[in-house]
């Protein structure tokens, strides 16, 4: 046999192995994106009430994703979704590349999953228009440990309070539609909950303003958001401007106080990912350090948050161990950096010695 002769066998043998893996589709794929794709939909799919692995798949075209990483301009992509009873859907999508950080260091930069016209037909994601989906940084090992790391304190935050954003964990298959030859990859990703989804479930209003001060905050929710940042090690946070913090207003009563709710981990100690460090002004050396940014209040307040946090302890705890797709290397990490925090924590004096001095006055 021939060199071209057997490249080419070679060639229709990984194809074959390719398409025997892939799952039954519940259609014929297409990489067409221009058109409708009429599918029977799944009204029970409700993304962030679950915590099932999500198998998807993206066909996109990289080379234009790549030029317009920079850009605010939406491409058209198509979505491919597993179902719970194995079927497949296909919804044309767009996606558009996000992150202030991560745009640029990134190989893979987050980005903005459009699905405003891909008619779901569910109550979950009918009104849905755009949700953030967070990705692998880079291909290696270590920047899927972080990322993974990074959806689990979502989790971990989900156990302490109701009023924060869920997730949910994505193993993803990239097309890429610019490629002969390695444009099939699968990696994993998270979904974050979209603010509008949140804002309804929580029944409340988002405040867009930066402008909201300590003052405007419950302050239970606020030594709540401010004790777990200092738990993870993360000083990448401020009210002022929003800064990897919303802030919203329960409608049930328009003089409550407002709530913030913490997302975007990836620069805490406890992902420590190489290109974290802590905020300028913190006088931290590196992000494994510690320091509360929380604001001074009343020794009953801080007491209380302070209970809630110990009583959770084995249940966080639990996250970590029972999640099955982190290694056992950085389940320890975790858990031993965890231990300091709780260390700190159960002893009354050293909190108040170690933690709540450093408070906002």
């Known amino acids: 046999m021939n060199r071209s002769l057997f490249k080419l066998y070679i060639t229709g043998i990984f194809l074959l192995l390719f398409l025997l893996y892939q799952p039954a589709p519940a259609q014929q794929v297409t990489t067409d994106t221009t058109g409708t794709i009429t599918v029977t939909p799944e009204k029970d799919w409700n993304l962030f009430g679950r915590d099932r692995l999500v198998r998807l798949a993206l066909y996109y075209n990289g080379k234009t994703y790549r030029k317009n990483r920079y850009k605010p301009e939406y491409q058209k992509a198509l979505l491919r979704i597993q179902l719970e009873d194995s079927s497949w859907v296909d919804k044309p999508v767009k996606i558009k590349a996000r992150g202030e950080f991560r745009r640029t260091y990134c190989s893979y930069p987050p980005f903005k999953l459009n699905i405003k016209k891909a008619d779901f037909d569910n109550p979950y994601l009918d009104k849905t228009g755009a949700m953030k989906f967070v990705v692998q940084c880079k291909r290696s090992r270590d920047y899927e440990d972080y990322l993974l790391k990074e959806f689990l304190i979502y989790k971990l935050y989900n156990l302490l309070t109701d009023r924060s954003f869920r997730v949910r964990l994505v193993e993803m298959t990239y097309v890429d539609s610019s ?126 948050v302070v209970g809630s946090f110990l009583e959770k302890r084995k249940e966080i705890e639990q996250v970590i161990t029972d999640f099955p797709y982190l290694n056992e290397k950085d389940k320890k990490d975790m858990l031993y950096y965890l231990g300091t925090f709780f260390d700190e924590l159960k002893n009354k004096n050293v909190r108040q010695n170690m933690i709540f001095s450093d408070c906002m006055k």
Not at 214 to 234: Q, S, T
Not at 282 to 304: F, Q
């Open 179 to 304: 490629k002969k030859k390695n444009n099939v990859f699968t990696k994993y990703g998270f979904l974050i909950e979209p603010v509008k989804n949140l804002s309804k479930r929580l029944n409340a209003f988002y405040v867009k303003s930066g402008g909201v001060k300590m003052k405007d905050m419950d302050p239970e929710a606020m030594v709540r958001v401010a004790l777990f940042e200092y738990m993870i090690g993360n000083t990448d946070w401020s009210l002022a401007g929003q800064h990897n913090v919303k802030v919203f207003t329960l409608l049930e009563n328009q003089r409550s106080l407002a709530i913030p709710v913490p997302y975007d981990f990836d620069f805490s100690g406890m992902v420590n990912a190489p290109y974290a460090s802590p905020a300028e002004n913190s006088g931290l050396k590196n992000v494994r350090e510690r320091r509360y940014l929380g604001p001074c209040l009343p020794e009953e307040i801080t007491e209380k």
